[in-house]
């Protein structure tokens, strides 16, 4: 099939909540992609921070291989063991409390929200509230939807679920003046992704953690984005003062299979009980298999240090480009900010154009999300990419 075919068929038979970029892929290894032309591309999205072992490492690979020729479903009314593993390496490298597994980041909030739901009613809560920040994502179902202020704003979707919050991102005092007896939970990003890359200081960490605390809301931290090594730490708290109560994982947990966990500090394990929350196929042997392989490299001292060691290398070649304005981020979750009147979303096609996958996030932003094994020479070459083409389409 051509890609025109596949375009033209594609706006026949998929609803079209997407706007995809004209490259059929065919073929990934490591850092590297192959469209349906044979055209080789350096991948800085790794499939929105998924594939960040990147694509089709042979270990995970070979679990898959393994556990998908063994048994795949059995649904959760039986015991398998992958799902009982990986629940236990998760909350054992995390908070230490109990999982649940979920098939991906929004359904891993909306376990969050209806612990911290139910966890308020039993202190007494009537109307229980969820804070977020503006521009902060939680994800596309109604209550993960609900928690993200931009989306849920538009009333074609409407109604929201009640109870939800938000105020101006990164003001301590507005999310202080926000949190009283009645929140369940503050529900935040440490770094916000889908927005721009955006990090949240240590001054609003520290206050929402205090907020929490005198209040008896829950601290909710969605590093469905940030964690799993991406800031080069296993999860973006542990380079903070603050520790949440409850941490949401998903995207690169599954090495590109559908996951999402959501792990409680060890008070937390049993606010849901029997028949408050379930899942046909979470906790899946096949992606717990995948997952559990996935934690294994990417929980490992060394790899975390090369994320650390390469996103400084990516930071400082890109602050030494005209037209990079500033870099935001930490570990390898860049956000690039160009100058005034330069057109992101062209740099970004542009890229795709000479090989070098990016995203564009917001007008002004390029987002680098690089697959955490990259290595220093693909580093320089993506940031000479990205130079020609900054050059090419600011007019020099
Ligand atoms: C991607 C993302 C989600 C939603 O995850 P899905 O797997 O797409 O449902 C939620 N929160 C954050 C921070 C994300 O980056």
Request: hydrophobic letters at 45%.
């Amino acid at each position: 099939m051509t890609l025109a075919e596949l375009q033209q068929r594609e706006q026949r038979w998929l609803m079209q909540t997407y706007k995809r970029a004209p490259v059929e892929f065919v073929r990934g290894e490591g850092a590297v992609l192959w469209d349906s032309e044979g055209r080789e591309y350096l991948d800085f999205l790794a499939g929105i921070s998924v594939c960040s072992v990147g694509h089709c490492h042979p270990a995970v690979v070979e679990a898959v291989r393994e556990q998908a020729g063994r048994l795949m479903h059995v649904s959760n009314l039986f015991y398998t063991e992958p799902m009982v593993r990986l629940a236990e390496r998760l909350s054992r490298a995390s908070l230490g409390g109990k999982v649940f597994l979920a098939n991906s980041g929004t359904e891993a909030n909306e376990c969050a929200i209806k612990l911290a739901r139910k966890r308020a009613h039993a202190r007494g809560v009537e109307n229980p509230e969820i804070v977020s920040f503006e521009r902060d994502f939680h994800g596309r179902t109604y209550g993960a939807l609900s928690a993200t202020p931009k989306l849920a704003e538009d009333p074609a979707l409407g109604p929201m679920l009640p109870g939800f919050r938000s105020v101006p991102f990164d003001d301590p005092g507005a999310l202080r003046d926000a949190v009283y007896e009645e929140t369940a939970a503050v529900l935040i990003e440490p770094i916000q992704g889908e927005s721009g890359v955006y990090p949240l200081s240590e001054e609003t960490l520290l206050a929402a953690r205090q907020a929490c605390d005198e209040s008896g809301a829950l601290l909710i931290l969605d590093e469905i984005q940030a964690g799993m090594g991406r800031t080069g730490s296993l999860w973006a708290y542990e380079q903070t003062p603050v520790r949440p109560d409850l941490l949401t994982a998903a995207k690169a947990l599954g090495g590109g299979l559908p996951i999402g966990a959501c792990v409680a500090a060890e008070a937390l394990g049993d606010v849901l009980a029997p028949g408050d929350h379930g899942s046909t196929f979470a906790g899946g042997a096949v992606v717990s298999a995948a997952a559990l392989a996935v934690l294994e490299l990417v929980d490992d001292a060394a790899l975390l240090r090369g994320v650390r060691e390469r996103g400084a290398e990516l930071r400082e070649g890109l602050l030494g480009l005209d037209g990079v304005v500033e870099v935001r981020g930490r570990g390898l979750m860049l956000g690039v900010g160009l100058g005034d009147g330069i057109d992101a979303a062209a740099v970004g096609a542009d890229l795709l154009g000479r090989g070098l996958i990016v995203n564009v996030p917001e007008p002004g932003t390029l987002r680098l999300l690089p697959p955490l094994t990259v290595d220093s020479d693909q580093i320089g070459r993506a940031i000479a990419l990205i130079s020609e083409s900054l050059l090419s389409c600011s007019g020099g």
